[in-house]
C-alpha cells in the first residue's frame, strides 16, 4: 500500500521548493517529521543522525513518495570533529544547504545532583556546542547567497527554571537565545532564523529523558509540531509555540512571580516516590 502523501502550504513550497535541506535528529519524532514536512513541500534533504538504517529506510520513504532527492550521513553531534565532517559532505562538496534544521538533543529527567555528570555534559554538547558549531560554519554561506533559513529547535522549558530538568532546560533557554538574537543580525541578509518551542510532543523524548509517563498526556503530534515550526520559519517569525496552551501559559508566567512560576515546575517534574 502506497505512503499517504502529505499537503504541505503554499507558503512553505514557494519558499523550500528545490532547496537542499540539512536536517540533524532526523531519526526519530519532530526529526522524522520535519524531513517527511520539507520533502512533501519540495525540498531535497541530508538525513543526519547517529542510526543509518532509520536513515536510510527514512530517505528511501521520501524519494518515493514525494520525488525528491534524499541523502543520509551517519555522525554523532556530541562529537567535536561531526559538525564540520557534516559541512566537508555538503557545502564543501558543492552541495548548497538554504535550510539547516538544528534537531538533534536529548534530556534528563531528575535530581541534577544524581546524574550521570558524563550523560549531563553530552547534552550541552549536543544541544548547544554542536548548534552552535553547525550555525556558524553553514551561515556566512547563507549570508553571501542572501537566502536561507534557520531553525533552532528549543522547548516551552526555555521559558522558565525547571527542576528536575535543570540542565535540559538550561540548554534550552540557549538554544532559544540564540536562535531569536540571530535573527535580527542576519535578517538584513534575507536569511531568516527560528526557535521552534514544543511542548509535550509524541516522540522517543520521554523515553530518553526518563520522565513520568503522566507528563505524556495531551501531547501534541510531531507532524504537527514540524508544520507549524516550519510555516513560522519561513514567515519570519522568531520564535514559534506551536501549541495553544503552550502560548497561554507563557504569556501567564510573565504575570506570575518568578518564584512561583519556578516552584510550579518543580512540583510537576519532581520524581514520584518509590
Keep these: 500500500m502506497p505512503e499517504a502523501k502529505l499537503q504541505s ?11 537542499w535541506a540539512l536536517i540533524t535528529g532526523a531519526s526519530a519524532g519532530i526529526g522524522v517529521a520535519l524531513a517527511e514536512q520539507l520533502a512533501a513541500a519540495g525540498a531535497n534533504v541530508v538525513l543526519t543522525a547517529r542510526r543509518l538504517d532509520r536513515l536510510s529506510e527514512l530517505a528511501a520513504r521520501l524519494q518515493s513518495t514525494y520525488g525528491v532527492e534524499a541523502r543520509t550521513i551517519a555522525a554523532d553531534l556530541a562529537e567535536p570533529s561531526a559538525p564540520q565532517e557534516l559541512f566537508a559532505a555538503t557545502e564543501g562538496a558543492g552541495l548548497p544547504i538554504d535550510i539547516l534544521i538544528n534537531n538533534a538533543g536529548f534530556g534528563y529527567a531528575g535530581e541534577f545532583a544524581k546524574g550521570d555528570v558524563e550523560w549531563q555534559r553530552k547534552m ?21 547567497r542572501r537566502r536561507g533559513y534557520v531553525m533552532i529547535v528549543a ?27 540571530l535573527a535580527h543580525e542576519v535578517a538584513e541578509y534575507g536569511v531568516r532564523v527560528s526557535a521552534l518551542c514544543p511542548g509535550p510532543t509524541e516522540s522517543e523524548f520521554h523515553a530518553v529523558a526518563g520522565t513520568r509517563e503522566q507528563m505524556g498526556r495531551g501531547r501534541q503530534s510531531a507532524e504537527e509540531v514540524a508544520r507549524r515550526g516550519l510555516e513560522g520559519l519561513v514567515r519570519g517569525k522568531a520564535w514559534v509555540i ?17 518564584r512561583l512560576v519556578s516552584g510550579a515546575a518543580a512540583k510537576m517534574f519532581r520524581p514520584k516516590a518509590t
Excluded: I
Design 242 to 258: 506551536p501549541y495553544t496552551a503552550g502560548k497561554a501559559m507563557v504569556f501567564m508566567q510573565r504575570l506570575a512571580p518568578r
Design 9 to 19: 502550504s503554499t507558503v512553505l513550497r514557494q519558499a523550500v521548493q528545490g532547496k
Design 155 to 181: 522547548s516551552t522549558a526555555a521559558y522558565q527554571p525547571v527542576a528536575y530538568l535543570a540542565t535540559y532546560a538550561a540548554t534550552k533557554v540557549f538554544d532559544r537565545f540564540l536562535a531569536e538574537a
Design 124 to 144: 550541552v554538547d549536543l544541544n548547544c556546542t554542536a548548534v552552535v558549531h553547525l550555525t556558524r560554519l553553514f551561515l556566512p554561506k547563507m549570508t553571501e
